[in-house]
């Protein structure tokens, strides 16, 4: 009995490594697209959050502010503040600049004000 080749019905073990290493390929790339895209995300989020923290804290402060520096109640105890008047190149207006942190990031505002007498 002879076999001829094209008889023969399956894939060669070299076939299977390759497709197996194309497959790989493609799902590091997949999920090392999703983590950086959920990095992205979280980053955004903490932001976010820090701006309006930051905003509803400037928007309270006046000039005369007595906490200087400290840190938001439950559930933004990992955000903290620090507050600093400077006196602007216009004349009876002081610039309150508001640091909000968390972590690495960190979120600037400024706002003017009357300067109190």
């Not at 932001?47 to 007595?66: D, M, N, S």
Request: glycine share 6%; proline share 3%.
């Amino acid at each position: 009995m002879k076999l001829c080749r094209g008889a023969l019905k399956g894939f060669t073990l070299l076939e299977v490594i390759i497709a197996l290493a194309i497959i790989s390929g493609a799902l590091i790339t997949i999920i090392y697209t999703v983590n950086y895209q959920l990095d992205l995300v979280q980053r955004h989020e903490t932001i976010t959050i820090a701006t309006i923290l930051g905003r509803e804290k400037i928007l309270a402060a006046g000039v005369r502010q007595h906490d200087k520096r400290g840190r938001f109640p439950e559930p933004y105890k990992d955000y903290s503040y620090e507050i600093e008047t400077a006196p602007s190149p216009f004349k009876d207006i002081e610039i309150i600049k508001l640091q909000v942190t968390k972590g690495s990031e960190k979120i600037y505002l400024a706002r003017f004000v009357k300067a109190a007498r």
